[in-house]
């Protein structure tokens, strides 16, 4: 018979996992007496979980939802998975930073010593917010990338049925899906992997001297590879804008932008695109008033658009035509 401690998870799981419970059926599964099912659901009640009792001939339990938060038990993987979720969520921003925080101290102050290695093995580096279609990542395989890691050692994996060696330096979350930022030893190269399709191999391989992110810093590295550079540079085009808008309507739509919160209706948002005109006309499509804090090319940018859109709400022939040099922009004129 399993200890009390780890026969109350199982049970608690089970009624988590159905909506009603025979009696007769929750003894079979955890292979004991219906009497001793009694005294847990008892124990259940006492620490604050609502379980009702339906009758019927053979009676059983249902799980409700409580008024107050009861405490919580966790399987290894649960809990390891609700620390690396808070760590994002510290990492990430949002405004939720330091409760995040204290969450996060509070889970690992009641795990096991096991646990306690494996959550704090994990680093994250959240780029962005959290939107997007996630792609599933087993606990198992975030821990065995973080492991590897934290141990510098080789990381032997299949990715997409093709067997792979590379020095694992940052797990990293963006748009909702993780990534593994890795020097690809067989292309000699960094490289960047959904870790959605990493299957890590056992053993791993030797130890390796970590090397340097190109620019030093793993989040612009990152957000430049999705832009098809090399890495070492970002957007040819940086602005910084207050958007009279709360930061909750923004941020879900800000990808790889820096959002932070100035106002119940208002945030600070710096933001990357490949053109001066681009990049003013991605900040209009938040549909908000807008305050340029530079550079002075945003504005000559706004100022430009101005005129385009004017002219095509009027009908009229557009006065200049618009030739951009370099990532900044120009009229006929030289203005």
Request: charged share 25%.
């Amino acid at each position: 018979m399993p200890k009390t401690s780890a026969r109350l998870l199982s049970l608690l799981s089970l009624l988590q996992a159905r909506r009603d419970w025979p009696g007769a059926d929750l003894a079979e599964r955890l292979e004991v007496s219906p009497r001793t099912v009694r005294r847990d659901i008892d124990r259940l009640r006492e620490l604050g979980y609502p379980i009702a009792t339906m009758k019927g001939p053979d009676g059983g339990y249902r799980l409700g939802a409580g008024s107050e938060l009861p405490p919580l038990l966790f399987d290894d993987d649960q809990a390891v998975a609700l620390a690396v979720a808070l760590q994002a969520a510290v990492a990430g921003g949002g405004g939720i930073e330091e409760a995040a925080v204290r969450a996060l101290n509070t889970v690992r102050q009641v795990m096991p010593s096991r646990l306690r290695r494996r959550v704090d093995m994990v680093r994250v580096t959240a780029i962005g917010p959290g939107a997007g279609q996630a792609a599933p990542v087993g606990v198992d395989v975030l821990t065995a990338l973080s492991a590897a890691i934290h141990a510098r050692e080789v990381l032997r994996f299949d990715y997409a049925d093709a067997p792979r060696r590379a020095e694992p330096h940052h797990l990293v979350t963006r748009g909702g899906r993780w990534y593994l930022v890795a020097w690809d030893l067989e292309r000699d190269d960094w490289r960047v992997f959904r870790a959605d399709r990493i299957r890590p191999r056992i053993p791993t391989g030797p130890h390796f001297a970590p090397r340097e992110v190109p620019g030093g810093d793993v989040a612009a590295f990152v957000i430049s590879r999705f832009q098809g550079s090399d890495g070492a540079a970002g957007w040819p085009c940086r602005g910084e804008v207050i958007l009279h808008a709360p930061i909750a309507e923004v941020a879900p739509f800000a990808r790889d932008a820096v959002v932070e919160e100035v106002g119940p209706q208002r945030c600070r948002l710096v933001m990357g695109a490949w053109s001066w005109p681009a990049l003013a006309a991605a900040l209009g499509a938040f549909d908000a008033d807008v305050e340029v804090v530079g550079p002075p090319e945003l504005k000559d940018a706004f100022a430009i658009l101005a005129r385009r859109y004017a002219a095509a709400a009027t009908g009229q022939e557009p006065a200049r035509r618009i030739r951009r040099t370099g990532p900044r922009i120009t009229d006929r004129s030289g203005h």
